[in-house]
């Protein structure tokens, strides 16, 4: 099992949509969790962090469930300029910040 | 504040010959990484400083890849010989407090390298 897999993507959603993204992880010791989000020819910038059982943020929420080693990213109301690459974080001991593959998200008017 | 800063921001060079990047991290922030982004990829860690101290340097290609971070500021990574293989963005990222799960990294925007 790959340390952390994304849904490949990508997701093309009509404006005012909601959309959610899965990632799982194979280390069961990580304790807190990110989501990054990519924008074209750019760098990663921090979405959102999650140490609990999940996080909200206006129209993004992100949930965590242990048992099963999965993070998810819920995105309502989608924007057009939610447009971007969506990459799941998950910290390994030795490794660090270890990036998952990412998920493109194209929102369309 | 100031951002994390690099440059070049591109590079193109041919296959064997050698480059460098160089990354200065936000004040203050004591921890460095450097990663791998190839297209359509997540990024990957090549290497991670602690102040001036390697922490993790696992996945950085030892034979053609180097860094440093001398004096526990500004660091370079160098590629030589560089193959075909290595065309990505080389991406610089520092944050705060060390360690796996705590602190958010904050990126420089990149140098992209294109080896012909």
């Known amino acids: 099992r790959k340390e952390v897999e994304q849904d490949p993507g990508p997701f093309n959603v009509p404006e005012g949509a909601t959309v959610a993204f899965n990632c799982t992880y194979s280390?069961?010791?990580?304790?807190?969790f990110f989501w990054y989000r990519q924008d074209c020819r750019k760098e990663p910038k921090l979405l959102m962090s999650?140490?609990?059982s999940g996080n909200e943020d206006g129209r993004f929420t992100a949930q965590l469930n242990r048992a099963s080693q999965y993070i998810s990213l819920l995105i309502r109301d989608s924007k057009l300029s939610d447009s971007a690459t969506y990459l799941c974080?998950?910290?390994?001991?030795?490794?660090?910040?270890?990036f998952g593959p990412g998920t493109r998200l194209s929102v369309l008017p | 504040e100031a951002g994390v800063a690099q440059s070049p921001r591109y590079k193109i060079i041919e296959k064997r010959q050698s480059v460098a990047f160089w990354c200065n991290p936000i004040?203050?922030?004591?921890?460095l990484y450097w990663y791998q982004q190839i297209l359509g990829q997540g990024p990957k860690l090549l290497i991670q400083?602690?102040?001036?101290?390697?922490?993790?340097d696992s996945q950085l290609p030892k034979d053609r890849f180097s860094a440093e971070r001398l004096k526990g500021v500004d660091s370079t990574l160098k590629i030589q010989p560089a193959k075909l293989e290595d065309s990505a963005v080389y991406l610089c990222?520092?944050?705060?407090?060390?360690?796996?799960?705590?602190?958010?990294?904050?990126f420089g925007e990149g140098s992209r390298l294109t080896v012909l």
């Open positions: 990222a520092s944050s705060y407090r060390a360690g796996g799960d705590t602190g958010e990294l904050f």
């Open positions: 280390n069961s010791a990580s304790q807190s």
């Open positions: 999650v140490y609990s």
């Open positions: 974080v998950v910290p390994y001991y030795g490794q660090n910040f270890v």
């Open positions: 004040s203050g922030h004591a921890t």
């Open positions: 400083f602690q102040n001036n101290g390697v922490v993790d």
